[in-house]
């Protein structure tokens, strides 16, 4: 899944960032809400964290154009202001959810799961195919009941194949929802990818190439 950063103060984005990274997010970052206007019309993100104090185009001229444009991206507004008044405001805005400064990364990354999940056709909190079983919150995969440790890129495409439920997905879908823009498009790193996570989840194979048109697990 893809997140857009769109925050301000740079220590607190870069920490923010690390840390979706670390629970397999594929994660943007920009610091003003012109860029963030710019990505948000390029890629397809399942959540924007959108600080509301940001320089430029402030944080509620970006949220209204999110909401405007019909996007699917589940907005979670951060504010350093703290009262209720400042979080209703923001939910009047369109956002889905608001988060005061200062936030724990916890709570946070628990939030961004939440919206994630229902930024598509809404997903349940687990997701389960055939004797897989894949839970993005505590960031674990069980085959027959037995955990597989999975790297995070591997996590995310594996996330994805299963919430497409046995939908073939694209190489370029995946490259687009389990990296980010830095990731050369022309680069074989998912093929890669796919090719380990079938062999940490063993035999019988359950990620199915299909030809000329990409993955799916059975």
Known sequence: MRVLI???ERTLADAVAEGLRRAAFA?????????ALERIEVHGYDVVVLDRGLPGVRGDAVCRAIVASRST???LMVSAAA???????GLALGADDC??????????TARVHALARRARPAAPPVLERSDLRLDPARREV????????LANK??????????????????EQLLEKAWDENTDPFTNTVRVTVMKLRK??????????VSGAGYRVR
């Open 200 to 209: 940490k989840l063993g035999q019988p194979q359950v990620v199915e190439t």
């Open 6 to 8: 769109a925050e301000g």
């Open 73 to 75: 991206a589940r907005v």
């Open 154 to 171: 591997e996590f995310a495409v594996l996330t994805e194949l299963l919430l497409a439920e046995g939908a073939v997905v694209s190489a």
């Open 27 to 35: 994660v943007d970052l920009v610091h003003d809400g012109a860029a």
């Open 142 to 149: 069980f085959r027959e009941g037995n955990q597989v440790r």
């Open 99 to 108: 988060l005061p400064k200062p936030f724990a990364l916890a709570e946070l």
């Open 83 to 89: 009262t209720v008044d400042d979080r209703v405001e």
